[in-house]
């Protein structure tokens, strides 16, 4: 946990245990599971999470299982301590915050630089006049990026 707020997620190693035990489950159930297109979004702790388990060295990894992270006033380099992002090429993700008081502005506004600098394609998009939330302006924002961008079929040649 972090020594400041008790109650935020600070265990990532742990996180990352108990992710991947049900993710191998599921891939049992169903193997053709196209992890390349599949998502994994957080909101707060919730993005905190994946920003930690981003930045474990053990493998397999988080990016071995999505290609696509969405974060929501969640995550930035304050919640980890584990060093640097993995590396992200060929990855997408979306960062978001609050622009007022309370939100995890400081850190997720950080977010989209340091994910590309891993080679992600990034979105970063502050949220007007929301604080520490998800707000409901910003879900047809990210359905479009999903369809347009981290989902879409390229083009065939």
């Not at 949220?127 to 359905?143: D, L, N, S």
Request: proline share 5%.
């Amino acid at each position: 946990n972090n020594p400041s707020q008790a109650n935020m997620v600070g265990d990532y190693a742990k996180v990352w245990a108990y992710h991947r035990f049900m993710l191998e489950e599921i891939a049992k159930t169903i193997p053709n599971i196209d992890k390349p297109h599949s998502i994994i979004a957080g909101f707060s702790n919730g993005g905190h999470a994946i920003d930690g388990m981003l930045r474990l060295s053990a493998k397999p990894r988080l990016t071995d299982y999505f290609g696509v992270f969405i974060f929501v006033d969640g995550g930035g380099t304050a919640y980890t301590s584990l060093g640097a992002l993995t590396d992200l090429k060929g990855k997408f993700a979306y960062a978001c915050w609050g622009e007022l008081k309370g939100s995890n502005k400081p850190n997720t506004s950080h977010l989209p630089a340091a994910l590309k600098a891993k080679g992600a394609t990034v979105v970063g998009s502050e949220m007007a006049g929301v604080g520490h939330a998800f707000a409901e302006t910003e879900y047809p924002k990210i359905a479009e990026w999903l369809e347009k961008v981290a989902l879409a079929i390229p083009a065939k040649k």
